[in-house]
């Protein structure tokens, strides 16, 4: 007897439908499982969802980056599974979209503002290092 160790892939699922199913879907079809607000958007502007998802598949074939400024992008299931650069006002960040991330925007995975760090205060910034001494 051997010790095999078989491993099924995991399906991923988004509200009750398989993923694979929800990226054969038409995008109007498929907003129907998005939350209201998210569904709103898209089904506004699907056309911008198609156009963008379509170059971002010619751009992945040529084997390049894609890279893009549309924070405001909500992701719908045909995106699952890209690499995509979204731009945070400095840099583009690399984000790996998965079926958790159905019905967010690009931009909550690219943060804009960086965490802060304080060093030691300078000279003056209390009364006791004012630097005057008499």
């Known amino acids: ?31 129907k499982f998005l939350p209201s607000r998210s569904r709103r958007s898209v089904l506004r502007n699907f056309q911008a969802h198609e156009n963008f998802v379509k170059r971002a598949e010619t751009i992945l074939k040529s084997g390049k980056k894609v890279r893009t400024h549309l924070r405001d992008l909500v992701i719908i299931p045909k995106m699952v599974g890209m690499a995509i650069g979204v731009y945070n006002g400095k840099t583009f960040n690399d984000v790996h979209i998965n079926n958790k991330m159905i019905g967010h925007r690009l931009g909550e995975f690219s943060l804009s503002r960086g965490k802060v760090t304080h060093g030691k205060p300078g000279l003056g910034s209390t009364k006791s290092s004012s630097g005057d001494k008499k």
């Open 1 to 31: 007897m051997s010790n095999e160790v078989i491993i099924k892939s995991k399906e991923l699922f988004y509200r009750g439908k398989n993923v694979e199913e929800l990226k054969a879907m038409d995008t109007r079809e498929c907003a």
